[in-house]
């Protein structure tokens, strides 16, 4: 399988912190990949560096092998090929659902209302709210709006998806629902790189884990030999503490 993503030597600092300190990984074609780890350790750092949205000091990410670089005429092109699920959602609120999923369809990609609305209706009834297509944000429970906020990345049909923590928002009741649509994601072979403190997704759900702790990669393997068989004592420490 070819890479679809590839992180090189990627450093990003706050105020003389490294918060991404040359970290380098790839992704291949269809895997997920959760990028675990202690608070502050520069997961959903290095996550919005791969989509663009903080612009690294050295290094490069490169997508089915094209580097994104905001000086080339293609970069908003690859950029839209992959979908961002943050972790408060993210949704207009002057919006109703369907037009908070066709906005970026209509305005963006210049499309017709009426295949615009037929996309959007598609993904709604995926993730199970296509009956909440004509309500406003502020009515919907935190596990529906991220479940509106899946379905409205998915429109733009992303090669890859990156979720930024999607449930740490959530009360636990509603963490299950949002897994359940990433695993259904998953199922069907999108590649996601998850960002996530669910243990359990990562372990059932992940091919491979990368373990981080201040920026750098402390351990990289797949899933179940990290969970069953972790080599370094600080991942040991770590999974000791979180999996009940």
Known sequence: MENIIE???????YKNIKAVDNLSFEVKKGEIVCLIGPSGSGK?????????????????????????DPKKSNYQELRNKMGFVFQHFNLFPHMTVLENLTLSLTKVRHMEEEKA????????????????????PNK????????????RSLCTSPEIMLFDEPTSALDPEMVIEVLEVMQQLAKEGMTMIVVTHEMGFAKTVADRVIFLENG????????????????????????KKVMH
């Open 7 to 13: 992180v090189k030597d990627l450093t990003k600092e």
């Open 44 to 68: 959903s750092t290095v996550l919005r560096c791969i989509h663009g949205l903080e612009v690294p000091e050295t290094g490069h990410v490169y997508l089915n092998g094209e580097v994104l």
């Open 117 to 136: 609305n037929e996309i959007a209706c598609n993904y709604l009834t995926r993730v199970g709210l296509l009956d909440k297509k004509d309500e406003y």
């Open 140 to 151: 919907l429970s935190g596990g529906q709006k991220q479940r509106v906020a899946i379905a």
């Open 216 to 239: 750098k990669i402390v351990e990289e393997n797949d899933a179940k030999a990290f969970y069953e068989n972790p080599k370094t004592e600080r991942a040991q420490d770590f999974l």
